[in-house]
């Protein structure tokens, strides 16, 4: 169970990815939406609140890599419960 739920917040992770490129970058002919990047921010939802600590010119960064700090929590969870 606790892989296939790895797996799905890998899958929502990149799809977040694929819509934040399509709308920044106006792919595939759509309009450029400063939001696209919204859902990007419930996955990786406790470390967007460190982001008032960190330089604006990191932000976008940090909020990009955040949802990457959950999957490595929900793997290293998932050896231990394997291990277990």
């Excluded at 797996?7 to 990815?17: G, H, K, N, S, T």
Aim: aromatic fraction near 10%.
């Amino acid at each position: 169970m606790c892989k296939i739920l790895l797996w799905i917040l890998i899958a929502v992770y990149i799809a977040a990815l694929a819509l934040l490129a399509v709308g920044t970058f106006g792919l595939f002919g759509q309009e450029t939406d400063p939001l696209s990047g919204i859902f990007l921010v419930p996955l990786g939802m406790p470390w967007h609140f460190l982001s008032d600590y960190i330089p604006e010119s990191m932000r976008v960064y940090v909020g990009v890599l955040a949802p990457l700090i959950n999957i490595g929590i929900l793997s290293i969870i998932c050896r231990a419960l394997r291990r277990g």
